[in-house]
């Protein structure tokens, strides 16, 4: 995955101390939307690729629910974890180091693809998102489910100092015609981290070049999704995506 974020994003995850830390948040399981995403459009899926599994937070659970379960990242040593973890609490699933925008698979391999723990987000250019859905949309069987999650850009709240960088690239990026990267963000938190927050117009336009978007909703209200300009306006928000028959 070419990027001017590439380098930061490795630095980040291959350390192996963040990934002790990491790990040891990751028996946490699945959040409560996460669970309730799951239950709601995976009912008839069974093959499922986790994509960017970091410490095997989401595998473990996922493999206890019964799923066959396929998980990838581009971290070595992220993979390392979610191996570890899986050993530790006695679930099988298949962990690979893999770029997500170039996938290792047959076309046509899983019932469904979940970019969970805004893993959207930490995919660096618009470019590289692209690919990212074209991939998925190829190793997705027909009617294959697509799950994204992602921090929303249009929520105020703790992601004002991203709005104040946000004001001061303006001329930059208008200069370099750079509109869909201007939400690409790095910041300083021991280490730098990258980060990239998507609007939902931004995250419904993105999936619905290849992907039937059932659901684009809060992820605070799965089970009753928010009508009108409210469910724009949710800190974090859920694109639900469909690969319809050929």
């Given at each position: 995955?070419?990027?001017?974020?590439?380098?930061?994003i490795?630095?980040?995850?291959?350390?192996e101390?963040f990934a002790?830390?990491?790990?040891?948040r990751?028996?946490?399981?699945?959040k409560p939307?996460?669970?309730?995403?799951?239950e709601?459009?995976?009912k008839?899926?069974k093959?499922?690729l986790?994509?960017?599994?970091?410490?095997?937070?989401?595998?473990?659970?996922?493999?206890?629910?019964?799923?066959?379960?396929?998980?990838i990242?581009i971290?070595?040593?992220?993979?390392k974890q979610?191996?570890?973890?899986?050993?530790?609490l006695k679930?099988k699933?298949?962990?690979y180091?893999?770029?997500?925008?170039?996938?290792n698979?047959?076309?046509n391999?899983?019932?469904?693809a979940?970019?969970?723990n805004?893993?959207?987000?930490?995919?660096?250019s618009?470019?590289?998102?692209?690919?990212?859905?074209?991939?998925?949309?190829?190793v997705l069987?027909?009617?294959?489910?697509?799950i994204?999650i992602s921090?929303?850009?249009l929520y105020?709240g703790?992601?004002l100092?991203?709005w104040l960088?946000h004001?001061?690239?303006?001329?930059?990026?208008?200069?370099?015609?750079?509109?869909?990267?201007?939400f690409d963000?790095v910041y300083?938190d021991?280490?730098?981290?990258?980060?990239?927050?998507?609007?939902?117009?931004y995250?419904?336009r993105?999936f619905?070049?290849?992907?039937?978007i059932?659901?684009?909703?809060?992820?605070?209200?799965i089970?009753?999704?928010r009508?009108?300009?409210t469910?724009y306006l949710?800190p974090?928000?859920?694109?639900?995506?469909?690969?319809?028959?050929?």
């Amino acid at each position: 995955m070419k990027s001017r974020f590439a380098a930061i994003i490795q630095a980040r995850y291959s350390d192996e101390q963040f990934a002790k830390e990491y790990y040891s948040r990751s028996k946490s399981g699945l959040k409560p939307y996460e669970t309730d995403l799951v239950e709601k459009y995976l009912k008839n899926c069974k093959d499922v690729l986790v994509v960017g599994c970091g410490c095997g937070r989401e595998t473990v659970p996922l493999v206890l629910k019964g799923f066959n379960i396929t998980a990838i990242d581009i971290s070595k040593e992220m993979v390392k974890q979610t191996k570890r973890l899986c050993r530790e609490l006695k679930a099988k699933a298949n962990v690979y180091e893999m770029d997500a925008a170039n996938l290792n698979f047959k076309d046509n391999s899983f019932d469904a693809a979940l970019l969970f723990n805004c893993l959207i987000d930490q995919v660096p250019s618009h470019e590289n998102r692209k690919k990212v859905c074209n991939e998925l949309w190829r190793v997705l069987k027909p009617n294959g489910v697509c799950i994204a999650i992602s921090n929303n850009a249009l929520y105020p709240g703790k992601r004002l100092c991203y709005w104040l960088e946000h004001i001061k690239e303006i001329p930059s990026f208008i200069a370099h015609w750079r509109r869909r990267d201007f939400f690409d963000r790095v910041y300083e938190d021991g280490t730098k981290v990258y980060v990239h927050l998507s609007t939902p117009f931004y995250l419904k336009r993105l999936f619905k070049k290849r992907f039937s978007i059932l659901a684009l909703t809060s992820t605070e209200n799965i089970s009753c999704p928010r009508k009108g300009i409210t469910r724009y306006l949710a800190p974090i928000i859920a694109v639900v995506s469909l690969k319809e028959e050929a």
